[in-house]
């Protein structure tokens, strides 16, 4: 592939552009974005307005108040852990292919292959998923303002597809504020939330105890005929409540995926990683101790499946049930704005390498920088994801929560890998400026450990209909997360011995700028406290 020469003296490179040059590409998306907006789009992107409201059916039903109360803490913390490994990997390797570059890096280019492929179709499930769910809240908002409106499962998927399309438009001509909405994003999450806490403290004439709240155990699963004190409760059940923390707190790598954007990445990326983890868990458990704290109707929630929507309209009055539901709308969609622009960037980086079909289509900018197929392409992929949503029967949403176990077991099995190799590497890895130091070690392993427990239990069934052979069995009670990550690894496996490792060979450069190691003088990692 022919390589463009490195700028002259009359077209002087800033630091940015010289380390992106080292690295191996020319300074093609515009260098724009601030540190604070580099922290803001992973901060929308995990997005407590989102994850908390639309997953917390999902440990209501799996354990119940303890699953939060006392899961999310813990699960975030070990979250916060894969945060930090990254975030030194980001300081050593900002790119625009953040995961998938930093594996061909330190390994071999099948490492890059695979973790390129499992890191796209988790940001593809992440922006679905997303989308999905705030279409169904955007449904509720509609019922709710409006007598005529139904709000059935098909007018949710029929939003779904609008505002799948609107997050498209937005992130091909909204170029030039796209950067500013994601600064807004920020204070609407921080407002927000602290606005929703507020209504929940003050509104509602009676409130849970805080022995509910720290004690109370549900298990409306099906597994284990409801037992709450069983082996089937603690190392089945319980577990898979622990996806709404998991998956919540997820999408952070997006601070990498805009590391070209970013001005002083290889210090603003990985400060950007962590901080929205921290910041994002904190507000997330205040938020979510406020939902149970108010859930005062226990039958009213399991009769809804434990959606978090019937805990507002049973606590709060018609005005504040609408204004929860509203802000969680709007909080939403801005989640879902920022999740495209991630998943735009990493498919722009990956076939900027040649590993997507069709690779000179998706590779394109346009005059503003903008990667316009890219976007095109993801948001298409993510609409066909979804498809399983329209054949949805009542009940719970297993088809959403599929969707969200293909997000959470992509992304993380792609932070794995990288993670795993820097270990691999030891003392033969430079940092950048943030570095863990000698702490690299321990972290690194707690990392690979939970990302590989968690992987195990989000492939398994959700419901006991979902179980083959069992006499409920129906394929819309599937998680079909194993067949759609099993279905990916298979093919792309197949794809690398036919052709693609006779031709794959990791990062292209694009730019003659010999590769120099990061200053010696890295720093130890910034204190989260």
Sequence with gaps: MATTPAPTAEQPMDDDARRLAELGYKQELHRKWSGFSNFAISFSIISILAGCFTTFGQAWNNG????????????????????????????????????????????????????????????????????????????????????????????????????????????????????????????????????????????????????????????????????????????????????????????????????EETRGASKAAAQGLW?????????????????LFAATDVDAINSAGGFSGAIFESALTPFFFKAVIIISTIGQFFCGMSCVTSMSRMAYAFSRDRAVPGWRLWSRVDRNGTPVNAIIAATL??????????????????????????????????????????????????????????????????AVIEIAIISVYFVLPIVPGGVPGNAEFSWTAVNYAPLAIGGVLLGVAIWWYASARKWFTGPRRTVDVPAQRPAADATPADDPA
């Design 275 to 291: 901080r929205s983890i921290f910041y994002s868990a904190v507000g997330g458990w205040i938020l979510l101790l406020a939902f």
């Design 381 to 446: 992929a993510g609409l066909v994801l979804t498809l399983p949503a329209l054949y949805q029967k009542a009940g719970v949403p297993v088809a959403f929560y599929a969707v969200v176990s293909v997000a959470v077991i992509g992304l993380y099995l792609s932070f794995l890998i990288p993670i795993f190799l820097r270990l691999r590497m030891g003392d033969r890895f430079v940092p950048g400026p943030w570095t863990l130091g000698r702490r690299y070690k321990l972290l690194g392993w707690i």
């Design 64 to 259: 119940g108040p303890v699953a939060i109360s006392w899961g999310w803490p813990l699960i975030s913390l070990f979250i916060l852990i894969i945060g930090f490994c990254m975030a030194e990997l980001v300081s050593a390797y900002p790119t625009a292919g953040g995961i998938y570059w930093w594996a061909a890096t330190m390994g071999r280019p099948v490492h890059g292959w695979f973790t390129g492929w499992l890191n796209l179709i988790g940001l593809v499930a992440v922006t679905a998923s997303v989308d999905y769910g705030c279409a169904t809240f955007l449904n509720l908002t509609l019922s709710a303002l409006f007598d005529g409106w139904a709000g059935t499962a098909h007018q949710t998927f029929g939003l779904f597809v609008v505002i799948l399309a609107l997050h498209g438009l937005i992130n091909i001509y909204g170029h030039h504020v796209i950067d500013v909405l994601q600064n807004v994003s920020v204070w609407w999450h921080v407002a927000g939330a602290a606005a929703v806490v507020l209504i929940l403290v003050l509104v509602p004439d009676d409130h849970q105890s805080f022995k509910f709240v720290f004690t109370e155990r549900f298990n409306n699963s099906g597994f284990g005929d409801g037992d709450t004190g069983g082996l089937t409760f603690w190392f089945y059940v319980l577990p898979l409540g622990f996806l709404l923390t998991q998956y919540t707190i997820t999408g952070f790598d997006a601070c990498a995926h805009v590391s």
